[in-house]
């Protein structure tokens, strides 16, 4: 069974910089894609970042993040981040990852960001 667990939200400051991480267990992490969604409140959930499996050399972003986040992986350490910089309050969301496997959607509780002065 696959187990993720998002950490590293918090309330920062307009312009600021978060690093959210995913840590997995359960899975042989390397071979997987890992994505990154959020939802704001009274919105549905949406796509922000992907990278592919093994290396990561692949990731593509949703038009509103791209130049400010970042989506990496560390395949010894299970886990997948997402930098942030630049924050905006519209970027206020609980932030979920996300991996498929065996045609099942698993995804970690998600982790509170808040951008506001």
């Known amino acids: 069974q696959a187990r993720l667990v998002e950490s590293g939200g918090g309330l920062v400051q307009p312009g600021g910089s978060l690093r959210l991480s995913c840590r997995t267990s359960?899975?042989?992490?390397?071979?997987?894609?890992m994505v990154w969604y959020r939802q704001a409140p009274g919105k549905d959930r949406e796509w922000v970042a992907a990278?592919?499996?093994?290396?990561?050399?692949?990731?593509e972003y949703t038009d509103s993040v791209k130049g400010r986040f970042t989506i990496s992986r560390d395949n010894r350490q299970n886990s997948a981040y997402l930098q942030m910089n630049s924050l905006k309050p519209d970027d206020t969301a609980v932030y979920y990852c996300?991996?498929?496997?065996?045609?099942?959607?698993?995804w970690g509780q998600g982790t509170q960001v808040t951008v506001s002065s």
């Open positions: 359960g899975i042989t992490f390397s071979r997987y894609n």
């Open positions: 996300k991996v498929k496997r065996a045609g099942n959607d698993y």
């Open positions: 990278i592919g499996s093994n290396s990561g050399s692949r990731t």
